[in-house]
């Protein structure tokens, strides 16, 4: 792939390593966008990429939101639902959503869904499944408490997976966060990542790197990382 003059630019500041206190100014300086990019959090691991017991997952709850919010769909055959829960949802709905979806709609940023409608969602799973939109219950995303899931994603509740290579892809913030904003969520991921490794993180986590939307990434000091965890 060709890369840009101003791409090839920001490659060529870059030094092997960075501190966690310089990597946000670094990483913000690469950003080619116009738009006020991402900031990515991305860790290569050593995880068995074909034993689908190795998956890496679970949640954060990040302590500075970012972006705008999330549009929050509800699959559900029930029809009791408090207009204290509706507040919380976007879209509401059962079968014409799920048509809906199976004919390309995607207006939602996340899909919540009570156990009784689960059978139903067999016919987009090849949709929803690749884009991570998959309802499941170990991430709370299939349940009958629909208040306290909903309100934990408006928090900046946020799941993570481990790709087919094993490693994990995380966005942390803005490019206009600040910098102790984007060290307190990056450090907040990390202690997540941490709690569900099978083994310590020294043994599971080969790099770690931090990157813009559009841009080169830079890689972080690994022991100094683990050593504030």
């Known amino acids: 792939m060709k890369r840009s003059r101003n791409y090839l630019t920001k490659l060529n500041i870059k030094k092997e390593k960075y501190s966690l206190e310089e990597s946000f100014t670094a990483v913000k300086g690469l950003s080619i966008a116009k738009f006020n990019s991402n900031v990515e959090l991305h860790l290569s691991t050593i995880m ?11 949640s954060i709850t990040y302590k500075h939101k970012f972006g705008g919010e999330k ?15 509706k507040k919380l949802y976007d879209y509401i709905g059962s079968e014409e959503y799920i048509e809906k979806i199976a004919n390309g709609w ?13 059978p139903k969602l067999g016919s987009i799973g090849r949709i929803l499944g690749p884009k991570g939109l998959m309802p499941n219950p170990k991430t709370n995303t299939v349940t009958n408490n629909l208040k306290e899931v909903a309100e934990s994603y408006r928090r900046g509740k946020y799941d993570f997976k481990s790709d087919s290579t094993g490693n994990i892809h995380l966005v942390i913030g803005k490019v206009d966060n600040s910098n102790a904003e984007l060290k307190d969520n990056f450090l907040e991921a990390i202690r997540s990542i941490n709690t569900v490794l099978p083994k310590p993180i020294t043994q599971i986590v080969k790099g770690i790197f931090l990157c813009p ?9 690994n022991n100094e990382v683990i050593s504030i965890i």
Do not use: H, V
Not at 106 to 118: G, V
């Open 48 to 58: 068995d990429k074909k034993n689908p017991n190795r998956i890496i997952r679970g």
């Open 106 to 118: 995607s207006e939602f940023d996340l899909i919540i869904a009570t156990p009784d409608i689960m």
């Open 71 to 85: 549009k929050i769909l509800l699959l559900t055959d029930q029809k009791d639902i408090s207009e204290e829960i």
């Open 213 to 221: 939307t559009m841009g080169p990434s830079i890689k972080l000091n």
